[in-house]
């Protein structure tokens, strides 16, 4: 069974940071692309960035890109979501998921985490 379990989030003041972590169990961690989406309230779940398998290429929406920056560790099964000057509108759940064969597992969401950014 895929499991996803986020974590790191909290409350932060415009332009401040804060790192999520994500751990896997159930999936080849380093088989899979790596991401994160993330939920508004009143709003779809949307994504947010990759990192593929290798770490090399990376792709970020336009809207958090040269802020955040997605990285994985193979070797703990652990994928990060660095976010730095944050905006009241990237207030959000934020999940993790995973791609394998271009399908993200989106039957196996986690609880995700809580970011919250004051203005």
């Known amino acids: 069974q895929v499991q996803f379990v986020e974590s790191g989030g909290g409350l932060v003041q415009t332009g401040g940071s804060l790192r999520l972590s994500c751990t896997t169990s159930?999936?080849?961690?380093?088989?899979?692309?790596m991401g994160w989406y993330r939920q508004a309230p009143g709003k779809e779940r949307e994504w947010v960035a990759t990192?593929?398998?290798?770490?090399?290429?990376?792709n970020y929406a336009d809207s958090v890109k040269g802020r955040f920056t997605i990285s994985r560790d193979d070797a703990k099964n652990i994928v990060y979501l660095q976010m730095d000057n944050l905006k009241p509108e990237d207030t959000a759940v934020y999940y993790c998921?995973?791609?394998?064969?271009?399908?993200?597992?989106?039957?196996?969401w986690g609880q995700g985490t809580q970011v919250t950014v004051s203005s």
């Open positions: 990192v593929m398998t290798t770490g090399r290429r990376k």
């Open positions: 159930g999936i080849i961690f380093r088989a899979n692309d």
């Open positions: 998921n995973a791609r394998l064969a271009g399908h993200w597992r989106t039957s196996s």
